[in-house]
């Protein structure tokens, strides 16, 4: 029986083996083949994203260990990742760092760190130096790809390594990914290099710097959005940050963009400037905001009638959409 039952293992192990070799070699394929507009590599790819199967790592740790081909190995890097995130085990995070330290070819090393930047958070127990060193790396997509996979961690030190960093970097590219970095893991220790990057020559980079102050500061700072708000400075960053975090202290600043932002028509061509992640331009903000005190404030009340009775014509079609939407209930 128990010659048996190790046969049958040895069977399953080496199904397991077959088909690892074949899904890496389908994502490797470079043929123009297409099924249904998708070709064997993209279908290949989708299919490793949905592998929840954790009997598969020891094989692909020795399969990675031992493999020649780099694509390959990228390939097989690849899935393994992709267990990892859907079994949630974070010990393939550390067989990754570790492949940090092995490969020599900057493009698997871009790779692998893409998978860590996408994949599970990075425990605090697990040594970081790989990442820290590859983020000064000479070459352009290794030393940047670290540093967006080290905003998967919340490990204390990287916050302090990445001001250091700051301190003497001058590339600007590097700056606005070191300020995106500090956008995830800052703390109140960040604040000030944050408001000196508020008077860098790359919007980007201040947008980024206003919402890391907004997110660590919060309601502290409410009057800052204001000012902001009312100087225009940064006025989309500004709104969105009294949305996230002020009172009705606010309502006239607010208003006072919104009356703003309406004086003149807007070219729909705009929302591409006006839209954050969320779909919500700037006056989408300022509505949502005002209308947390629709019930209590009679300035308010007014605010939204003049919108919808003198101004509707000036609305960008997702604004008329949430008036649509709203409007029964501010009425």
């Not at 859907?86 to 067989?95: A, G, K, L």
């Amino acid at each position: 029986m128990i010659i048996e039952n190790a046969g049958v293992a040895d069977q399953k192990g080496q199904q397991m083996h077959d088909y690892l070799i074949n899904l890496v070699a389908r994502i490797c394929d470079r043929s123009e083949e297409l099924h249904n507009g998708q070709t064997i590599s993209w279908q290949a790819l989708r299919e490793a994203e949905r592998i929840a199967n954790h009997a598969y790592i020891p094989s692909l740790y020795q399969y990675i260990d031992q493999e020649p081909d780099k694509d390959k190995r990228k390939a097989a890097c690849f899935i393994i990742s992709q267990i990892s995130k859907n079994t949630s085990d974070p010990e393939v995070i550390r067989f990754l760092l570790d492949r940090l330290k092995i490969e020599q070819d900057a493009d698997i090393v871009t790779a692998i760190q893409q998978n860590l930047e996408t994949g599970l958070s990075i425990p605090g127990y697990i040594n970081l130096e790989p990442l820290f060193n590859n983020a000064l790396s000479i070459n352009n997509n290794v030393r940047r790809s670290a540093l967006l996979a080290l905003r998967r961690t919340s490990n204390p030190s990287v916050e302090e390594w990445a001001l250091t960093l700051l301190k003497r970097t001058v590339n600007e590219y590097d700056i606005y990914y070191i300020t995106l970095l500090l956008s995830k893991v800052g703390t109140q220790k960040s604040v000030s290099a944050l408001r000196r990057l508020l008077e860098y020559h790359r919007q980007d980079v201040k947008s980024l710097a206003f919402a890391a102050i907004a997110d660590i500061e919060k309601e502290k700072e409410a009057m800052f959005y204001m000012r902001c708000l009312q100087r225009g400075q940064l006025k989309f960053e500004a709104m969105e940050a009294i949305y996230k975090y002020a009172d009705e202290n606010a309502i006239q600043a607010v208003t006072s963009r919104i009356t703003e932002l309406l004086s003149k028509r807007r070219s729909s061509a705009r929302t591409t400037i006006e839209t954050v992640k969320n779909g919500f331009t700037d006056l989408m903000l300022g509505m949502e905001f005002l209308f947390r005190f629709r019930t209590a404030k009679s300035d308010v009340r007014k605010t939204f009638s003049w919108i919808t009775e003198k101004r509707s014509e000036y609305l960008l079609p997702q604004e008329q959409e949430w008036i649509n939407r709203n409007l029964r209930i501010t009425n």
